[in-house]
């Protein structure tokens, strides 16, 4: 599953809306609190990859508003509600005429790669008379009746759609682990179908066997308790557990300096627990499962402590889970290798669901084989009539020899030689009477008879 990295610290709050599910979202409330320390002069800092099909265009326009200094104010002073009300959508007919230039410029760039995506598609199962306007409707991150011009409602929307995507990414991320799971077990119990009585009953203790050395590790703390927190702090950090403090470790740990710890700065933290369950050097650990693994404790972690679920923890709201019961006294993390994952109804419906898939396969294999042999089947008759005709047009050729006429030529004309030609083989010339070629010598032509004369 791929993992999600943090945002250049210059995003602004409107990134805390457009990015809100995001597994990293650092946002810059005010560029001037930001430390320059750790930051190389020159150095590229690699955005991130949202998972959205729209991800560069989001990215442009905010780069884009993020340069008119009265649009940044009003950020500033934003909540989120205001963002995700639209309300600041309206300002956008405030930012100066270059920024708007721009936006325009990037809403018809990215209509031109949507156009050139639905061609691509359409072309691929050969449908012809594509409405592009028409397709454009199920892209909900702009206003397709206007591809020309970027307006407050392209912004409303971008904003809603991001929103809408990136709350669902994490659930989507669990269906796909889901399903992952499912087939690893499917695949499992067909190898052992292959099997006779002996290696099966070995294949099946071997299974049973690694699945118990992945279980046999140390206790997992609970993500975000004092007892994890304090292994950072002592292991990680170097530092002595019986000087824990809640501030500066959230300050430690609050690597871009802006005063959150967005979703990857929490994961970072549950590195040391997941190390005590998976090793990538062992044949039992599944890295698959660990990242689902750190996935899960990072959603327990803010469903705790992100009281107004924008997604960040400030330093605010860290203190205050620090006072909780659970954060003293909790309760050991249930892994994955101590839930169960899916029920043997779930598996059913899904190996199901996987035979139909497979037999719409085997029966487009087959069409299409049955496509291949008529061809070939063509072609083969095409090949026996060309022959054929060759055949016919070779008799022919000898026929025509052996009565003595020319043979014809490749296109069916006759092989006539020119007049003269025979000559070049040593005939003796012969001319027509009262020709004009000379005579020879000492010959004497007779006068021709003329019978238009009367004699006496």
Not at 119 to 128: L, P
Not at 162 to 175: C, F, G, I, V
Not at 429 to 445: K, R, S, T, W
Request: aromatic fraction near 6%; proline fraction near 5%; charge should be negative.
């Amino acid at each position: 599953m791929k993992r999600l990295s943090v945002l250049p610290q210059q995003c602004l709050l409107l990134v805390t809306c457009l990015l809100m599910a995001l597994e990293a979202v650092p946002i810059d409330i005010d560029k001037t609190k930001v430390k320059a320390e750790g930051h190389v002069e020159g150095e590229k800092v690699e955005n991130p990859d949202t998972g959205l099909y729209y991800d560069e265009y989001l990215r442009q326009v905010i780069d884009v508003l993020e340069t008119d200094k009265h649009f940044r104010e009003k950020l500033q002073t934003a909540d989120i509600e205001e963002i995700k009300s639209g309300k600041l959508s309206r300002e956008l007919d405030l930012v100066s005429h270059h920024v708007r230039t721009r936006l325009d410029e990037l809403k018809r760039q990215e209509v031109a790669r949507l156009r050139m995506l639905i061609k691509a598609k359409m072309d691929s199962v050969q449908d012809t008379g594509i409405d592009h306007q028409a397709l454009l409707k199920q892209f909900e991150h702009l206003n397709h009746q206007n591809p020309d011009t970027f307006e407050p409602k392209d912004l409303d929307m971008l904003i809603k759609a991001a929103t809408s995507d990136l709350e669902n990414y994490d659930k989507t991320r669990h269906e796909e682990f889901k399903k992952y799971e499912m087939m690893k077990e499917h695949e499992r119990r067909e190898y052992l179908k292959t099997l006779d009585e002996e290696k099966r009953k070995r294949e099946e203790s071997k299974f049973e066997e690694m699945k118990k050395k992945h279980g046999d590790h140390p206790k997992v703390h609970h993500p975000g308790s004092k007892d994890q927190l304090k292994e950072v702090w002592e292991e990680a950090d170097g530092l002595d557990p019986n000087e824990f403090d809640p501030k500066t470790f959230f300050k430690l740990h609050d690597v871009n300096n802006d005063d959150f710890l967005d979703e990857q700065e929490l994961e970072a933290l549950f590195t040391k627990e997941l190390e005590k369950v998976y090793d990538p050097k062992n044949e039992e650990d599944d890295m698959v499962e660990m990242e689902e693994e750190r996935l899960r404790m990072r959603e327990h972690v803010m469903n705790e402590v992100d009281i107004n679920k924008d997604r960040l923890v400030t330093l605010e709201e860290f203190l205050r889970a620090t006072e909780k019961k659970e954060f003293l006294e909790p309760d050991s993390w249930e892994t994955l290798d101590q839930q169960q994952l899916f029920t043997e109804d779930e598996l059913k419906e899904f190996e199901n669901h996987i035979s139909q898939q497979e037999d719409e396969l085997r029966k487009k294999a087959e069409e299409l084989q049955k496509q291949k042999e008529e061809l070939q089947r063509q072609h083969d008759q095409l090949q026996a009539q060309k022959q054929e005709l060759q055949q016919v047009v070779k008799q022919m050729e000898q026929k025509k020899l052996q009565q003595g006429n020319p043979p014809a030529g490749p296109g069916g004309e006759l092989k006539i030689q020119p007049p003269g030609e025979h000559n070049k083989a040593g005939d003796a010339p012969q001319h027509p009477a009262g020709g004009d070629q000379p005579l020879p010598p000492g010959h004497v032509q007779e006068p021709a008879v003329r019978t238009d004369q009367v004699h006496p």
